[in-house]
């Protein structure tokens, strides 16, 4: 038994004499692509089962729908005409019963935001009569910077000595 505590430098030179060999690194990497190439296939295999099954359960859109496509998600090609590809409007006329409440809610959401930065941002009247009008929050903003905010009228002997005279009476 050496009793050297570098039993490198006795003749091995620090470095493994064994080689991994070339034939079971390409045996692993070739088992691993097929291994990959197999579960590929398996879960395309289980989740076309599971949308087979899912349209099988769907229940209709709606009871007095007519003519129910396979798939609700996607319009029929005979829809598909308009620069975007889907007619949705002529489809809801044909296929789903009236009253429509909501089209195409993000147009009827555009809609209702354009009113509203209308009524914010021009002059018009709130009451003709009485000659109330409604204003850009812009202006009013401009005019609130220029004139100040409106001060309450004070009475007549508060407005005499004035808030910093009351002060001064208060310290003595």
Known sequence: MSHDPHPATQGNRGFEHRDIS??????FILGLAVALFV?????RGVYSYLTHRFDA???AVSPLVTNV?????KLPDEYKTDSKSAD???YLEKNFPQPQLETNERSELDDVRLREEDVLSTYDYVDKNAGTVRIPIDRA???LVQRGLPVRAQAADESKS??????KEKKK
């Open 69 to 73: 496509p396979s798939d609700t998600r």
């Open 22 to 27: 070339v034939a079971a690194v390409m045996y």
């Open 162 to 167: 004035g808030p910093q005279q009351q002060n």
């Open 141 to 143: 903003m401009d005019l």
């Open 57 to 59: 359960q769907q229940p």
């Open 88 to 90: 949705y409007e002529k």
């Open 39 to 43: 579960s590929y296939f398996v879960v």
